[in-house]
């Protein structure tokens, strides 16, 4: 499974795999996307900025993740922006996808995106009502540092941040 950069091509197909996941999550009592987000025009303006990347198998795309240069917001106890960090957004994959490590998969290449970029800190916002996805981030290395709110939103977000020059000293 080759992680390639999304364009034009796959956008109908990155459309369906944000509604199916938002579907799935919502079925799970997980609210953290709904119609308003991610639509059509951040996934639209994701692939027009270069800044979405996933797995496409048989025509479809199975997994996804937004690597952006720009910091989500900094959250209450966030680290200030003295280090320009990178962030990594909409992490997805399909339903019937999980559980085969493709999350894993794309955040190591998010990282590793980033690191080759000379990036040093990667901040993001996880939605605290999501204990599978902070579960992943908390294995792989990122302490939270605050957390952030959101209008229409019953749950904050918790803000986290990964420094990658630990990566390299270990």
Known sequence: MEI???TKEHRKSLIALYRVVTAELRR????????????RFTISGDI???????????GRVSGAIVIDRASPASGSGA???AVP????????VLPD???RGIGGRLLRFGEDFIRGAGGTLIRLEVYSGN?????M???????QVGESRYPFRKLPYFVYEKALLEDLAQ
């Not at 799970?28 to 639509?39: A, F, L, M, R």
């Not at 960090?85 to 997805?92: E, G, K, P, T």
């Not at 204990?131 to 579960?135: D, I, L, R, S, T």
Request: net charge positive; no cysteine.
């Open 28 to 39: 799970s009592g997980i609210d953290q996307w709904d119609w308003i987000y991610p639509n």
């Open 48 to 58: 027009r900025k270069g800044i979405v990347y996933g797995i496409v198998e048989q």
């Open 4 to 6: 390639i950069p999304l």
């Open 137 to 143: 981030y908390q294995r792989a290395g990122y302490g």
């Open 131 to 135: 204990p599978h996805a902070f579960g």
């Open 85 to 92: 960090s990178w962030s990594i957004n909409r992490l997805a």
């Open 97 to 99: 996808m999980q559980g």
């Open 79 to 81: 680290s200030p922006g």
